[in-house]
């Protein structure tokens, strides 16, 4: 069963304009991790929050976690075309596992 | 450049045929992971290993899927007899857990699509 759950499902931006993507989850975590995956190919890991961390920058990327909402946010500033991409949160609550969302769907046009 | 490598990349296969997939994880991880994904579903994990014993597949239908880790450098996934509701893409991917150096993150392989008519 998913953890997490990403909004919005699809997100269209023109190159330039910065993306954000939402993650929220069901049950206390250890970490939450954000992944992206191009298409046809494998998940690549982007950045981990730990619990006890609120903000988390890597890059253009910027991740906030809020425990209390369980919930978190995914920033990529200054978008480019390259970064179209599916976004996934996954979540471990501690067992070395993760559980992964559905997934944003990014499109960066030119 | 360490990376996680699947096999077959791709697989069509005809109903009640076995089927299995392939797993090297990255030299020196000590935890494998299989995953499915599919439109539906998204990412589900079949089974989880560390240190080559297998410690959660209750992800995975027991009837047909079986999951091995014959050594430390392969791992398996197999499907006998395969279904056309088996239809998806398949990852394997490997982390470090438990040791002074886990970063937590997984490394994922690029997936092995398996079409089951």
């Known amino acids: 069963s998913q953890q997490g759950e990403e909004d919005p499902q699809a997100l269209s931006i023109q190159e330039g304009e910065n993306a954000t993507m939402n993650c929220s989850y069901k049950t206390s975590i250890n970490n939450l991790q954000w992944y992206r995956q191009n298409s046809g190919r494998g998940l690549v890991h982007l950045i981990l929050i730990r619990s006890n961390e609120r903000e988390k920058h890597s890059g253009r990327l910027r991740v906030t976690l809020d425990t209390s909402k369980k919930s978190s946010s995914l920033l990529i500033t200054a978008s480019r075309a390259a970064d179209t991409a599916s976004y996934f949160c996954?979540?471990?609550?501690?067992?070395?596992?993760?559980?992964f969302g559905k997934g944003t769907m990014l499109l960066v046009s030119p | 450049d360490a990376r996680v490598t699947q096999t077959p990349r791709d697989k069509v296969t005809e109903m009640g045929q076995e089927v299995t997939m392939r797993c090297q994880p990255i030299l020196g991880h000590n935890t494998v992971f299989w995953y499915r994904q599919t439109m539906m579903q998204g990412l589900e994990l079949l089974a989880y290993f560390r240190n080559r014993a297998p410690l959660d597949d209750s992800g995975m239908p027991k009837d047909r899927f079986s999951a091995e880790m014959p050594d430390a450098t392969l791992a398996t996934l197999k499907i006998q007899p395969s279904e056309p509701r088996d239809s998806a893409v398949y990852f394997c991917?490997?982390?470090?857990?438990?040791?002074?150096?886990?970063?937590?993150?997984?490394?994922f392989g690029e997936g092995s699509r398996l079409t089951v008519l």
């Open positions: 991917a490997s982390g470090l857990s438990g040791t002074p150096s886990n970063t937590g993150e997984l490394f």
């Open positions: 996954a979540t471990d609550a501690g067992y070395s596992t993760l559980t």
